[in-house]
Nanobody, 126 residues
Framework: QVQLVESGGGLVQAGGSLRLSCAVSGRTFSRYAMGWFRQAPGKEREFVAAVDWSGSTYYADSVKGRFTISGDNDKNTVYLQMNSLKPEDTAVYYC????????????????????WGQGTQVTVSS
């Protein structure tokens, strides 16, 4: 059974940093793409960042240059380092992974992902 558990959210002032973690169990981590999404109140879930099984990374334009996604195969964990945070980054952040290993499709769409974590709240104050 695949399980994803996020941690690391919290309250931070604008300009600050947070690092989110997503621990994955139930599969061989290195064979699967991992994505981060976020959802603010009243808004649709949106793509933030992803890393595919080959290590290629993808970012939303709104976070490019500020956020970094990385993975640790030994710890079965994916991270999202968030720097220069803005109030508009406030949202619940979710990690997710597709059903298929070696997935090379559209990593930007939530529909590509079969398994999701419970989410972690990030609040950026102005």
């Amino acid at each position: 059974q695949v399980q994803l558990v996020e941690s690391g959210g919290g309250l931070v002032q604008a300009g600050g940093s947070l690092r989110l973690s997503c621990a994955v169990s139930g599969r061989t981590f290195s064979r699967y793409a991992m994505g981060w999404f976020r959802q603010a109140p009243g808004k649709e879930r949106e793509f933030v960042a992803a890393v595919d099984w080959s290590g290629s990374t993808y970012y939303a334009d709104s976070v490019k240059g500020r956020f970094t996604i990385s993975g640790d195969n030994d710890k079965n964990t994916v991270y999202l380092q968030m720097n220069s945070l803005k109030p508009e980054d406030t949202a619940v952040y979710y990690c997710a992974t597709p059903q298929r290993q070696y997935y090379m499709g559209n990593v930007y769409s939530p529909s590509a992902y079969a398994f999701w974590g419970q989410g972690t709240q990030v609040t950026v104050s102005s």
